[in-house]
C-alpha cells in the first residue's frame, strides 16, 4: 500500500495504491494526517490504483470528512473502480462522498 | 246465517273494546228483556184465562137468568091460573076458556093442559082434559086432550108431578103432534080440601129459543174475544168439523145427559154427553159429565185429539140441565201468546234501537283509542313525531294523549341516547375490529413460511375465543437459527391483547441482538415486570434452532411442555421457571436438546388441553397423546400443518357444541436436517491473534475462488467479508493484549463455499450486533459497525455458535453454476 499527497491548485489531492486492508490501516492513517491539519483546502482522494478497501479503510475515509467537513471544506473521490463503489454502495458511503472522474 | 254473524261479533268482541262494551250492554239487556217477556207472557196469560173464565162464567150466569126467567114465568103463570081453575071446577067446559087465556097472556107458553084424574067429571067420562095450543098459524085452538088413544094418566108428565108430590118440570122432548120443536112441560098437581090430587095442569114451553139464546150467545163470545165473524158459526156442521177444534161453543145437558142444546142439532135429544165421553180414553171427561149432572160448577182442561180444551160448566136452576162452554186452549192461549209477541217484537225493536245508539256512542267514545293506537303503530315504526289525535274533551282521552305525547318526547330523547350509545359502541367494535386484525396481522400467516428452504417447515395456527386473544406464537430465522416462542398471557380480551403485542414486540426486538433463550426470556421478564401494575403475566416458551447443527436452545417460562413427535412420542423435560413478568430478577435457566432430523416439534397453549366438552371435561394432555400416536405409521412424521390439522379435527371433534372459552394455539415446526454435502475442496489455516497477519486471508480466498470459478468481483466481495470477520473476532474474542489465535476452514461443495472461523476465546456473538444504519449523514455516522454489516451484506448466511469452549462462526455462500 502506497499513499502519496500532493498540492494541486489550491487542493490537496491523496493518492492510494495498491490494497486498503486492515492490516495497511494504521500506515494509511499515519499517511494522510497532514490532511486532518492543512486547513482552509478541499481535499481529492485519488482511488485510481486503490485495489481493495476493507471497513477499516472506510473508517479512515469517515474520519477525514468529518475533520475536513467540520472546517467547511469537501472531500472528493476520484477514480473509484466498479468493485470499491459496491463496497461504498452497500456501507451507504456513497451518499457521503463526492465522486469525481 | 245469524250464527255466522254472532262469531263474528264475538270474535271481533275479543279484539275491540267496543265490540266488548255492546256485547256486555246486549247481552245484559236481552237477559232482563227475556225476564220480562217471560214474566208479562205468563201474566197476561194468567190475565187473559181469569178474564174468559170471568166472562164464560158472566154469560153463563146471563143465560141462566135468562132460561131461568122464561120458566119461573111459565111457573107463576100456571101458579096464578090455578085458582081460577079451582073456581071453575063446577063448570067443566069454562076451562078450555082459562087455558086459552093463559096462552093468550104468556107468548111462551104454547100449549096448555088442564088433566084431571080418570072420572073426575063423571059426566066426561074417564078422560077429560081441556088443551089450548097454538097452531102453524099461531091462533089458539082449543081440545080435549085425553082419548083412549092418550092414555095421559100414564104419561110422565101427569105421572111424576102426582108420584113427586110437587111440580115438575119435564126432560125436554120433540113435539111430534104438531110444532115440530123441542119442548119441555110444566106440570102442577093440584090438590083438594082432602089434600089429594085431583088434577095435573101443564104448561108446554118451546125450547126452540134456548137453542137460539146459546147461539147468540156463541157467536158474541167467539167474535168478542176469539176474533170471528158470526158468519163463522152460521155453516152445517157435523161431527168431525174443524170448527169444534177452533170456536168456543156451548152445549146444554139434560138431568140424564142428553143433550137440549148443542151447535149440531142432531145431536139434540139424540145423544148424551156420555155417548161420545166413553169413547175417549180420558176418564175426565166421565168425571165432568157426572159433576155437571150432579148440578156443580167448575172448569176442567179435557183432551180431544191431542188437543186441550177448556170447558166451564156450570147448573141451570131450577131445570136440573148443566150449562157447559167448550174453548179451544190454543185460541184463549193464543191471545195471550199474541200479546206477548207483540211485546216481544216491541222489546226487540227497542233493543235494536239500543244497539244502535250503544254501537254509535261506543264508536264514537272509542275511536280516540283507535287513533291512539294507530299513532302507536307509526310511533312503533320509528315515526316518533306523528301527529296525535286531537282530544277536545277533558276527560280520560286527554289524559291518555297528555301521557302519549309524553312518551313521544321521552322516546325521542331515548332515540337520541341511543343513537349516540349505538354509534359509540358501533366504534369500539370497529376499532375492536381493527385491533383484532392487526393482532392477526402480527402472527405469522403465510405457509410454508420458507418455500425455499428444505431443512424447515412450520405450520402455526390461533384460533381466538373473543375478537383479541391472548395468545401468542412467533418464529423468524435469523444467521441460520430459528428463533421461536408461543405463549399465553394471562386473562383475555383487549388487556391480554395488548400485552400479548408488547410480549411478541418484545421477543423480536430482544432475540435480534440474543440468540440465548434463557437471555431473551430474562430480558422480557425485566422489561414486563417492571410497572407491571396490572399484575399481567405470560406463559412463554422460547427456542432457537441452529440449523446447520439441529442442536435447539430453549427456556420454558411457565408454559406447557412442547411435545417431540419423530421416532417416538414425548414431551419435552423442561425445567420450571416463573411465566414472563411475574417477578423482576428472576433467573431463568436454559435447557438444549438435540432435534433429530424430521421431528416435529409440538407446541401449544392451554386452550388446547383445556378445551371443554359439554360436559366439561377437558381435552387434556392425554388426548393430545393420544391423537398424535393414532396417526397413520406413514405419516408419524407427519408436515407440521398435517399435524396441526388433525389436533384441531380431533379437538373439535371431542368439543362439539360447546362454546370455545380459551383462545387455542398450536405450533408445529419440522426439523428436516441437512444434506450431506459433496466437498470439493478443502483448504484452512491459523492465524495468530494479529491483525497484521490477515492478508494471508487473501491467499486462502482466492484459491477456493479460483476453484470455484468465481470472478475478480466476487472474490474480492468474498476476500473483504472474511477479513471483516477475522478481524472482528481478533478484536473482540481476544480483548487487548491477550494471546490467542483464529483457526479459518474453506469447504467448497457444488451448492456454495464455507467458511467456518473459529476460536477459543471469549464466547462473543458477532451476529447479536445491531445493523449498521447506512441512511445517516457524515456527522452522526459512527466510526465502528461497519464490519458486520459488510459480512452480512457480502455473505448469504452467517451462524453462530459457541460450542465445546470454541466460537464457532460459519458463513455461507451460495454459488450458482452458468
Same mark, same amino acid.
Given at each position: 500500500?502506497? *499513499? ?10 491523496? /493518492? $492510494?495504491? +495498491?490494497? =486498503? ?26 482511488? *485510481? ?10 473508517? /479512515? $475515509?469517515? +474520519?477525514? =470528512? ?36 | ?818
Amino acid at each position: 500500500m502506497k *499513499t502519496t499527497i500532493q498540492e494541486l491548485n489550491g487542493t490537496l489531492v491523496a /493518492i $492510494f495504491e +495498491g490494497r =486498503l486492508d486492515t492490516a495497511a490501516s494504521v500506515e494509511t492513517e499515519a499517511a494522510i494526517a497532514p490532511l486532518h491539519k492543512n486547513d482552509g483546502k478541499d481535499v481529492i482522494l485519488d482511488c *485510481t490504483k486503490l485495489e481493495y478497501i476493507s471497513s477499516s479503510g472506510l473508517r /479512515i $475515509f469517515l +474520519g477525514l =470528512l468529518k475533520s475536513v467537513k467540520l472546517k467547511g471544506n469537501s472531500v472528493k473521490i476520484k477514480g473509484m473502480n466498479d468493485d470499491l463503489r459496491n463496497v461504498f454502495t452497500i456501507t451507504g458511503f456513497i451518499h457521503l462522498f463526492e465522486f469525481i472522474s | 246465517m245469524v250464527l255466522s254473524r254472532l262469531k263474528n261479533l264475538l270474535s271481533r268482541a275479543s279484539s275491540s273494546l267496543y265490540a266488548r262494551l255492546i256485547l256486555g250492554v246486549m247481552l245484559t239487556v236481552l237477559v232482563v228483556f227475556i225476564i220480562i217477556t217471560a214474566i208479562i207472557s205468563n201474566v197476561t196469560r194468567q190475565t187473559v184465562l181469569s178474564d174468559t173464565e170471568a166472562h164464560v162464567k158472566s154469560r153463563m150466569e146471563i143465560a141462566n137468568r135468562h132460561i131461568n126467567s122464561v120458566l119461573v114465568g111459565v111457573e107463576v103463570a100456571v101458579a096464578n091460573t090455578v085458582p081460577e081453575v079451582k073456581e071453575q071446577l063446577s063448570k067443566p067446559d069454562q076451562l078450555y076458556n082459562i087455558v086459552r087465556r093463559l096462552l093468550e097472556l104468556n107468548p111462551d107458553i104454547i100449549g096448555s093442559a088442564i088433566a084431571f084424574e080418570p072420572g073426575y067429571f063423571p059426566e066426561k067420562g074417564k078422560y077429560f082434559s081441556p088443551y089450548a095450543y097454538r097452531s102453524a098459524d099461531s091462533t089458539i085452538l082449543t081440545k080435549q086432550l085425553g082419548t083412549t088413544d092418550y092414555e095421559y094418566h100414564d104419561m110422565e108428565w101427569y105421572k111424576m108431578p102426582k108420584q113427586l108430590g110437587h111440580n115438575h118440570w119435564s126432560e125436554p122432548y120433540f113435539d111430534t103432534g104438531g110444532g115440530e120443536q123441542l119442548m119441555t112441560t110444566f106440570s102442577y098437581p093440584l090438590y083438594d080440601e082432602n089434600g089429594s090430587m085431583y088434577a095435573v095442569m101443564t104448561a108446554d114451553v118451546s125450547l126452540n129459543w134456548l137453542t137460539a139464546l146459546v147461539r147468540e150467545s156463541d157467536i158474541d163470545f167467539n167474535s168478542r174475544f176469539l176474533g170471528y165473524g158470526e158468519e163463522d158459526l152460521i155453516q152445517d156442521l157435523t161431527p168431525t168439523s174443524e170448527f169444534f177444534y177452533t170456536h168456543a161453543y156451548t152445549f146444554i145437558i139434560g138431568r140424564t145427559g142428553t143433550y137440549i142444546a148443542h151447535p149440531l142439532h142432531q145431536r139434540i135429544l139424540n145423544d148424551t154427553y156420555f155417548t161420545y165421553v166413553e169413547q175417549t180414553a180420558d176418564s175426565t171427561d166421565n168425571r165432568i159429565g157426572r159433576e155437571m149432572i150432579l148440578g156443580h160448577a167448575g172448569m176442567s182442561i179435557i183432551n180431544r185429539d191431542g188437543r186441550k180444551f177448556m170447558l166451564y160448566y156450570a147448573p141451570i136452576e131450577r131445570t136440573g140441565w148443566s150449562m157447559a162452554t167448550v174453548m179451544p186452549s190454543k185460541v184463549i192461549i193464543g191471545r195471550a201468546q199474541s200479546f206477548s209477541i207483540l211485546i216481544s217484537l216491541i222489546m226487540l225493536g227497542g233493543l235494536l234501537l239500543l244497539f244502535l245508539v250503544c254501537r254509535t256512542l261506543m264508536r264514537h267514545i272509542t275511536k280516540p283509542l283507535w287513533l291512539f293506537a294507530q299513532s302507536a303503530d307509526e310511533i312503533a315504526q320509528g315515526n316518533l313525531t306523528v301527529s296525535l289525535p286531537d282530544i277536545k274533551t277533558k276527560d280520560e282521552m286527554k289524559h291518555l294523549h297528555d301521557s302519549f305525547s309524553l312518551m313521544q318526547t321521552s322516546l325521542q330523547h331515548q332515540m337520541e341516547e341511543l343513537r349516540t350509545t349505538t354509534a359509540s359502541k358501533a366504534a369500539i367494535e370497529s376499532e375492536l375490529n381493527v385491533a383484532s386484525k392487526i393482532q392477526r396481522a402480527m402472527l405469522p400467516k403465510i405457509y410454508p413460511p420458507y418455500p425455499e428452504r428444505d431443512d424447515i417447515d412450520i405450520y402455526g395456527q390461533l384460533m381466538p375465543a373473543k375478537a383479541v386473544g391472548g395468545d401468542l406464537f412467533d418464529f423468524y430465522i435469523r444467521d441460520e437459527k430459528l428463533f421461536f416462542c408461543i405463549g399465553d398471557v394471562s386473562g383475555k380480551g383487549i388487556p391480554a391483547s395488548l400485552v400479548m403485542a408488547v410480549t411478541k414486540a418484545l421477543f423480536r426486538t430482544i432475540s435480534m441482538h440474543e440468540a440465548q433463550p434463557h437471555r431473551i426470556i430474562g430480558q422480557m421478564n425485566e422489561a414486563m415486570a417492571q410497572d407491571n401494575d396490572s399484575n399481567m403475566f405470560v406463559t412463554l416458551f422460547v427456542g432457537v434452532l441452529d440449523l446447520p447443527t439441529g442442536r435447539m436452545r430453549y427456556c420454558n417460562g411457565g408454559h406447557d411442555a412442547p411435545i417431540l413427535v419423530g421416532s417416538g412420542i414425548g414431551k419435552l423435560p423442561v425445567n420450571s421457571n416463573l411465566p414472563v413478568g411475574v417477578m423482576s430478577g428472576w433467573t431463568f435457566t436454559a435447557q438444549e436438546t438435540q432435534i433429530d432430523p424430521h421431528t416435529v416439534v409440538f407446541l401449544y397453549t392451554d386452550g388446547l388441553t383445556e378445551a371443554e366438552n359439554t360436559a366439561h371435561n377437558q381435552f387434556s394432555e392425554d388426548r393430545i397423546l393420544d391423537s398424535l400416536r393414532s396417526m397413520p405409521t406413514q405419516s408419524r412424521q407427519p408436515l407440521p400443518d398435517a399435524l396441526v390439522a388433525r389436533m384441531t379435527e380431533a379437538v373439535k371433534h371431542f368439543v362439539g357444541d360447546a362454546e370455545q372459552s380459551d383462545d387455542l394455539t398450536m405450533l408445529a415446526i419440522q426439523y428436516k436436517g441437512r444434506p450431506e454435502q459433496n466437498v470439493r475442496l478443502q483448504r484452512s489455516i491459523t492465524l495468530p491473534n494479529d491483525v497484521k497477519e490477515t492478508p494471508r486471508i487473501a491467499e486462502l480466498v482466492e484459491t477456493v475462488c479460483e476453484t470455484a470459478g468465481l470472478d475478480s468481483t466476487s472474490t474480492l466481495q468474498m476476500n473483504l467479508a472474511i477479513e471483516e470477520a477475522v478481524v472482528n473476532v481478533m478484536n473482540y474474542a481476544y480483548p487487548m493484549g491477550t494471546i490467542g489465535t483464529v483457526s479459518i476452514k474453506a469447504s467448497l461443495s457444488d451448492q456454495a463455499i464455507t467458511f467456518v472461523i473459529s476460536d477459543s476465546g471469549t464466547p462473543f456473538d458477532p451476529t447479536a450486533k445491531s445493523e449498521a444504519d447506512t441512511t445517516l449523514s457524515a456527522e452522526e455516522r459512527p466510526i465502528g459497525g461497519l464490519g458486520i454489516h459488510l459480512v452480512r451484506q457480502l455473505m448469504d448466511s452467517i451462524n453462530y455458535e459457541y460450542t465445546d469452549g470454541y466460537n464457532v462462526l460459519t458463513l455461507t455462500k451460495k454459488i450458482f453454476k452458468h
